[in-house]
Every structure is written in C-alpha cells, then in structure tokens.
C-alpha cells in the first residue's frame, strides 16, 4: 500500500513503525515542516517531501493545513495518491484532508485532550492560583475534535489519553500504542557509562529521570525534593537528569532562569552535589545505556502524554516508580511490576526510591516484570499486525463503498 504519513516534525511518532512498514513493502510518502530527513538502510525508499510556511515563526494552524493541502493537491494531479492517509492533528496539518481525498481513508492521533488537569492544575499541590488561560485549549481540542469527525478511523496510545476526552468523542477512539522495538531495545547486564570520570555499571545504585524537557509536569520537584533523604541513606548514589532545560509543556514559569534552578536551589546546602548528574539531551543509543545501568527510573508525571523514555526504560528492565494519574499508570501493578507513589508525597518518594536501592532481588524482579509488561502490551512485533489489520479493514471498506 502506499502510505501518506503527516506529521510537522516527521518522524514524530511513526519513528518505529514507518521503518517497519518500509520493511514490509508499503510505499511510503512523508510530509513535514522541520527537522532533519531520517536517513539509514531502515528509511530505504522513504520519500520526504517538505512544506513550507509563509510564517516560519508562527504559522497558524490554517498556514499549515493549506500547506499540506497544496502538496497534496500537486500528488492528486499526478496520480500519486496514498491509499491511506495518517495525520497528527496538533497543528492543524489534517485540515481539509478529507475534502482533498474523499474516498482515501483517513488515520487522525488526536493524542491527549488539553485541560487544566493535564498542566498540573488540580493535580500538583504546588501550583498555587486560578487556571490562568480560559482559552488555552480550545485551538488545540477544537482541531482534535475536527480531526476525529472527520477521520476514518482515530488513533491514542494509552488509555490515560483515550479518557482525556469528552465521553462522546472516546467512543469514537482506537488505543493501539505506536509499540517499542524489543528486539533493539533489551536489558544489558554489561551496560556502563561514566560519569563525571567515575564509570556507572549495571547494577549500581544509579536514579534516572529522563524528559524531554526537564520541568514540574515530569515530577522534577519531587524528585529533588527526595533526593537530599535518598543521598543520606545511600552515599554512593547518583542521579541522573537527562533531557533539555527550556521551557516544556507545562504552563508554569519558572521563578529564577529555569525550572532546572528552581529546583537546585530547594537542595539543602549539605547534598553532594557531585553525584547529582545533569546531561543534556543524548543521542538515542546513549539514552538507552543510561536506562539500562538505572536501578532505579523515575517516571512521575501530570496526566500527559505517554512517554517513549518510560516504555524503553521498562523495556531495558529498568524498574519504574510512578505515581497514580501519570499516563503509565494504568499499566502498573504497584509491588508487582513498579511502584506507584503520590506525586505530591516526596517522602514517599524518598523511602521507595531507597528500598528500591536497597533491595537489588526486589528491584530485579520488579524490572523483569515491567520488561514482561511492555513485552504483552507495548510489543512493535504485536502492534504491527494490528495496524496491518486497520488499514486492509480500511481499504476494504473503501473498495466496497465505490462499487
């Protein structure tokens, strides 16, 4: 088949799954706005075409929809077009789509309904005041709304993000996890790293948070809030901040330069600061060492998105604590296959992360379990045969509409 994928900063969330298709002889066609066009043996035969914005600053979601829908137009009058056509809908890219190619079935990702829930408000106790922005949300979910009436079929990826929406439009939702590549991401007993001079190996006392951006909406108070009781208790662990320091999702400011500082300056003047480790962003094949040397990941969150970094940690066999309302929570077992905590308890935090340190059989048998669980639920091989399913249901469908 020949597949039309969307998505401003493609590869976005097909990382895994075009690669995979490409493999399995569809035809793919992408289309963004930025970043950088994938390269490799795994995106053989891909073709990327760009679009460009009038408003490179600020495009509207109109400037986008019309983008996209004039390179979609030039494919129509060149008889090119996809047999399936699958869109994120954030920034108004599946504007139209479905007037272009009425009879071509449509996959929309609304992703997550925008509410004040999901930045924190109602959820973190330290965010203090009245929802700041009554208007906020309502570009964002009305263009998920417009992208799921108008799709064939939609798609999330938890069902934390399905229950973001309205009741109504849950109804009309599909969960199908974009799925973790199991056979390139795997425990290493071998895995080390070094950090400042001192090499980290499997197995040692070594604390992980990894996001995109390092901000509350992630947990990053709570965990520096816990870490000056974790470092009394066990000297000789490290913890490990992966991820930028710019801003974020959330809506919150910063009250110094970053939420990166305002944390730091919480510490007591006493922590070692020196096993207290902040990277950066890191290539995607040193992200996945870090997660498995960690003893313990630290997958806090507001009820977000699903993170990658949480399902390639569990799939390292990292064992996870998070906390009720975070979007992998419904995937967890507290004591079985992670641990789940208050967000707003740092000293629960802080005991469980200690246990965990402490009790190297438990914390094994918790990280086999979460690897078990994304194996069963979260497994690209099993994800796979699904959407393989979805688009001959689709195309089927399609066929038979027009005779």
Not at 78 to 100: F, K, S, Y
Not at 130 to 148: C, H, M
Not at 192 to 214: C, F
């Amino acid at each position: 088949m020949h597949l039309l994928l969307i998505h401003q900063n493609f590869p976005g969330q097909f990382r895994d799954l075009a690669p995979a298709w490409l493999a399995a002889g569809h035809q793919i066609t992408a289309l963004g706005s930025c970043g950088d066009v994938p390269e490799g043996k795994a995106w053989e035969g891909l073709r990327y075409l760009r679009y460009h914005l009038k408003n490179d600053d600020a495009p509207s979601a109109e400037q986008r929809g019309a983008a996209v829908a004039e390179i979609c137009r030039h494919l129509l009058a060149r008889d090119q077009a996809p047999d399936l056509v699958l869109v994120h809908t954030a920034w108004g890219e599946a504007l139209g789509l479905n007037t272009i190619w009425p009879d071509r079935p449509l996959i929309t990702f609304p992703e997550l309904w925008g509410s004040p829930l999901a930045l924190g408000y109602g959820f973190d106790q330290s965010i203090g005041g009245d929802w700041p922005d009554p208007e906020l949300f309502i570009e964002q979910n009305n263009l998920a709304r417009q992208g799921i009436e108008t799709a064939s079929v939609s798609m999330v990826a938890s069902p934390s993000q399905r229950d973001s929406f309205p009741p109504d439009l849950q109804q009309q939702l599909r969960v199908l996890p974009e799925g973790v590549d199991l056979e390139a991401i795997s425990p290493n007993p071998a895995a080390q790293l070094l950090l400042n001079g001192r090499p980290i190996r499997a197995g040692d006392p070594l604390v992980t948070l990894v996001s995109r951006e390092l901000e509350p909406l992630r947990g990053l108070r709570q965990v520096l809030w816990a870490w000056p009781a974790v470092s009394a208790a066990v000297p000789d662990a490290n913890l490990l901040l992966v991820g930028g320091d710019d801003g974020g999702y959330g809506l919150e400011e910063p009250r110094s330069d970053s939420h990166l500082n305002d944390a730091f300056l919480a510490l007591p003047a006493e922590v070692n600061r020196s096993r207290i480790h902040v990277v950066g962003w890191l290539e995607h094949e040193e992200m996945l060492t870090v997660l498995q040397c960690s003893a313990c990941h630290l997958a806090l969150s507001y009820p977000y998105t699903l993170s990658w970094s949480v399902l390639e940690a569990m799939a390292c066999a990292a064992p996870l604590i998070s906390n009720p309302g975070s979007p992998i929570s419904a995937s967890i077992r507290d004591g079985a296959n992670g641990v789940l905590v208050p967000f707003n308890d740092h000293h629960q935090l802080a005991e469980a992360i200690i246990r965990m340190l402490k009790e190297p059989n438990k914390r094994r048998a918790l990280g086999q379990a979460a690897r078990r669980t994304v194996e069963q639920h979260f497994n690209l091989r099993h994800t796979l045969p699904r959407y393989q399913a979805l688009f001959e249901e689709l195309t089927a469908a399609e066929r038979s509409s027009n005779h």
